[in-house]
């Protein structure tokens, strides 16, 4: 059984920070790929970033490129992302999801989600 759960969203003016955090229970962290999603209302969900599960690959959505950056930490069992320069296009349901190992692009391949965080960006 693996159990995730994300924190650190918010309200956030544009320009601003914040760092989420998806700590995972269970024994699948170190074995899985790391993503991030976001959902806002109306739109389909897109993969934000991804990490392998030795943190070698690492990808970004183009829109978030050179804003975000997406970490894990092992010893902890958390992934990180952490968010600067914020954009009000940036607002969204946020949630982490793990694959088997490497990154996928279809959804389908993300075993285990958690319940999402939102984050809040004003103008």
């Known amino acids: 059984q693996v159990h995730m759960m994300e924190s650190g969203g918010g309200l956030v003016q544009a320009g601003g920070s914040l760092r989420l955090s998806c700590t995972v229970a269970g024994s699948a962290f170190n074995n899985h790929a790391m993503a991030w999603f976001r959902q806002a209302p109306g739109k389909e969900r897109e993969r934000v970033s991804c990490?392998?599960?030795?943190?070698?690959?690492?990808d970004y959505l183009d829109s978030v490129k050179g804003r975000f950056t997406i970490s894990r930490d092992n010893a902890k069992n958390t992934l990180y992302l952490q968010m600067n320069s914020l954009k009000p296009e940036d607002t969204a349901m946020y949630y982490c999801?793990?694959?088997?190992?490497?990154?996928?692009?279809?959804?389908?391949?993300?075993?285990?989600w958690g319940q999402g965080t939102q984050v809040t960006v004003s103008s």
């Open positions: 999801a793990a694959a088997w190992r490497y990154c996928f692009d279809s959804e389908r391949e993300y075993n285990y």
């Open positions: 990490i392998d599960w030795v943190g070698s690959a690492i």
